[in-house]
């Protein structure tokens, strides 16, 4: 192992390399080793400069998070960069990659900094829940300005060389070896006789009104606390003298590491990477994946193909009729258009996509030659039987069978064709362009590099996949059902759709169930009420009101009405009186005297519901990791971020008071609210989900 700041002499310039892979992070043995090489530079006699670059892929992409939640080890981090930045030698940075966040922090402490155009710059710490805590908040608004710096600061984006030179946090952008143009700076520097540059001693900016910053941020972290925590920093440094800026800064930072926020950010940082590395997949090939067909153009169809497309696959489209065909064309040219306009690609991109990448048909030979075909036709069993039977016949051997389908069981689909082994579910969200998550639904006789291909695809569709197992709803609509089914029953006894809504929204949800169904159309949710109806339990609590709405053609925004009335051309709705008059009305056929939720009692029992059904999906082996059910709901559902993902929130909140809850509502409904063995076990053995995780690797 080599040591992780590496020692050189080049004539009388110190170069100090990183060598701590992948990426540089500035763990204890970085920071000990670039205070001893400055050290070591200053007494080396003759040394007039030092250059720091990064090995490998990248300059330091941040402090080691790994490290977060331990007992700070000295030297810290901002000590370091104090030191680089005191010293009487010039020190000069060559950035390639990225410099986040603490990387950016030691770039910023050194006199100059070089990038290669490549190189991306940024303070992405409030994205885990923390803030710069190294002096970036100090320093970043005394190179850029207080705009600049609030807007890098309270994003976390990552800025891009050019942008990093025009906003002055780069001062010099060239081609090549970080190591070479590097040496070449600095010896262009001592030639010229540049005086070291101290960013501590720049003047501050003048001050702003912070307070109003400060709410419009809070405002738009939808209950995210770092961001606007970073804007009291970034105030410190205009108000305070940098010394005591810097102190303050650390305050804020040590506040915030002791947050849940964090843990939550940090828990969903590692699990999305997590996520698709599974044991079994290790040293898998996947098949080749050249070309794709999707069957069926409506609005999932059309978005898998647009995501297929800009992904830069070809794209074989089957629908059933000519004017169905030519309506699937114009929703992908729609979709993409929309990229178009965004600026994610070119004029030249669309035509080639539309034009080129594209062929829609109506005849099933058109996929004879395509590699992996996803139908996303209507949820019904035998339609999919006889999709699939039509691509047993006309696929090519080896040619993957993927089912887009929602909830029916993907074992029956395999079934039906003479090739089971190459059949798989692969269930995106709706609208599949935007949607980043992926469920990768493993039937019984699944071939292994069959998954392999279903993740090597939402890779390449830039997608977050997770691995699920056969039943009905798979991970996420199965847990979905249960949650909104506890909703339901607080509707029936007394809470109005609208206070479940808002109490979910302030809980930090981008939007609460009873507006997700009108987005979604509740005549799903209809369909699949009559699907279930001959096997339901008669112990099952339900509501006969939302079929009333269908049975009226209300089926949400698609109507314009639902639970909520939507003007022409508004996305957001008002409450629909009539949803009361009829909930009112079952409560009293029912005999159901209404009574007061509280907003808290609503969000306990939700989530009550979601991390038990969670439990249940983990005990079946449906997911394999509490992780993969976290990444199902930040990704699909709208789940809070900052919370990591149900199962990472339950055990914030500590799982014991859980199953009490559970407990007692059982009371009330002991058919609804079983215990998931799996919870009760855990709770006994005085373990958490997170355990679960470590122990999967
Ligand atoms: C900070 O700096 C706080 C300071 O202000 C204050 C201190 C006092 N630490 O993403 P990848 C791992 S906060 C530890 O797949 P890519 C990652 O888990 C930090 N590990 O690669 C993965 O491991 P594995 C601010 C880290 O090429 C492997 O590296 N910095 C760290 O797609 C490869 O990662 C950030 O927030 C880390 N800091 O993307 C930057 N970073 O192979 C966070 C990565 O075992 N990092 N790993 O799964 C990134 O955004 C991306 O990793 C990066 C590379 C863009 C750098």
Redesign the pocket.
């Known amino acids: 192992m080599p040591e992780a700041i590496s020692y050189e002499r080049v004539g009388d310039i110190a170069v100090l390399k990183a060598q701590n892979p992948?990426?540089n992070?500035?763990?204890y043995d970085v920071r000990v080793g670039l205070v001893e090489g400055i050290e070591r530079a200053e007494k080396d006699e003759g040394v007039r400069a030092v250059l720091i670059y990064g090995d490998g892929?990248?300059y330091f992409?941040?402090?080691?998070?790994?490290?977060?939640g331990k007992p700070?080890r000295q030297p810290?981090?901002?000590e370091v960069c104090n030191r680089i930045e005191s010293s009487p030698l010039l020190v000069v940075s060559s950035i390639h990659?990225?410099a986040?966040?603490?990387?950016l922090?030691v770039a910023m402490s050194t006199h100059y900094r070089i990038a290669v155009p490549s190189a991306?710059v940024g303070?992405?710490?409030v994205?885990?829940g923390?803030?710069?805590?190294?002096g970036?908040t100090q320093r970043l608004p005394r190179l850029t300005g207080l705009d600049a710096a609030l807007d890098i600061i309270t994003t976390?984006r990552?800025v891009k060389a050019k942008e990093a030179l025009d906003l002055g946090v780069i001062d010099k952008l060239e081609e090549g070896e970080p190591r070479e143009i590097g040496l070449a700076y600095v010896q262009e520097l001592l030639d010229s006789g540049a005086p070291r540059r101290v960013v501590s001693e720049l003047p501050a900016p003048a001050p702003i009104d912070f307070d109003a910053v400060y709410e419009s941020v809070l405002k738009r972290g939808r209950g995210q606390i770092s961001p606007a925590t970073a804007v009291r920093a970034v105030q410190g440094s205009v108000e305070k003298p940098f010394a005591e800026g810097l102190k303050y800064e650390r305050e804020l930072?040590m506040e915030l590491m002791g947050t849940d926020q964090r843990q939550g950010l940090i828990h969903a940082?590692?699990s999305e990477?997590?996520v698709s590395?599974l044991p079994e997949l290790k040293g898998v090939e996947p098949r080749p994946l050249n070309s794709i067909g999707v069957i069926g153009g409506g609005t999932m169809g059309a978005g898998i193909a647009t995501s297929a497309l800009l992904a830069g696959l070809p794209v074989v489209l089957l629908e059933m009729t000519p004017e169905a065909a030519a309506a699937a064309q114009g929703r992908i040219e729609g979709n993409l258009s929309g990229a178009l306009k965004r600026g994610k690609i070119s004029q030249a991109k669309f035509e080639d996509m539309t034009q080129k990448a594209l062929t829609v048909s109506t005849d099933y030979a058109a996929l004879s030659d395509v590699d992996l075909v996803v139908e996303a036709v209507f949820e019904e069993m035998g339609v999919k039987k006889t999709v699939f039977g039509k691509l047993d016949e006309v696929c090519k051997k080896g040619a993957i069978l993927a089912s887009n389908t929602s909830y029916l069981d993907v074992d029956e689909i395999a079934a039906s064709t003479s090739r089971p082994e190459d059949v798989i579910g692969l269930h995106f969200f709706s609208p599949a362009h935007v949607m980043k998550l992926l469920e990768v639904v493993v039937a019984d006789k699944t071939a292994i590099d069959v998954v392999a291909t279903g993740f090597a695809l939402g890779k390449k569709l830039g997608k977050i996949s997770v691995r699920a197992g056969v039943c009905d709803g798979f991970i996420g609509n199965r847990i979905l059902k249960t949650y909104r089914t506890a909703a339901d029953h607080m509707v029936l006894d007394g809470a109005s759709p609208y206070q479940i809504d808002k109490a979910l929204t302030d809980f930090g949800f981008a939007m609460g169930p009873y507006a997700v169904g009108d987005l979604a159309g509740l005549d799903i949710g209809w369909a699949t009420r009559k699907r279930l109806a001959g096997s339901r339990d008669p112990r099952e609590r339900i509501s006969i009101y939302p079929d009333k709405m269908c049975e009226a053609g209300n089926f949400g925004q698609k109507t314009g009405k639902g639970y909520y009335i939507y003007e022409a051309g508004k996305r957001a709705g008002v409450p629909n009186p009539e949803v009361m008059e009829l909930i009112e009305a079952e409560r009293a056929e029912k005999g159901i005297t209404p009574r007061a939720f509280s907003d808290e009692e609503i969000v306990r029992r939700y989530m009550a519901a979601m991390v038990n059904e969670g439990a249940k999906v983990l005990e079946e082996g449906i997911a394999r990791r509490p992780l993969d059910i976290d990444m199902v709901f930040l990704f699909g559902y709208g789940f809070p971020r900052y919370y990591g993902g149900p199962m990472k929130w339950a055990d914030l909140q500590g799982l014991p008071g859980l199953l009490e809850d559970i407990k007692t509502y059982a009371k009330e409904d002991d058919f609804f609210w079983q215990p998931a063995k799996l919870l009760e076990d855990l709770v006994a053995e005085g373990k958490t989900f997170d355990d679960l995780n470590q122990a999967a690797g």
């Open positions: 992948p990426v992070a500035l763990g892929s990248t992409a941040g402090a080691d998070i790994r490290e977060f700070p810290h981090l901002t990659g990225t986040l966040g603490g990387g922090e991306k303070l992405p710490e994205l885990l923390v803030l710069p805590g190294a970036g976390g990552h930072f940082f590692f990477r997590q590395k």
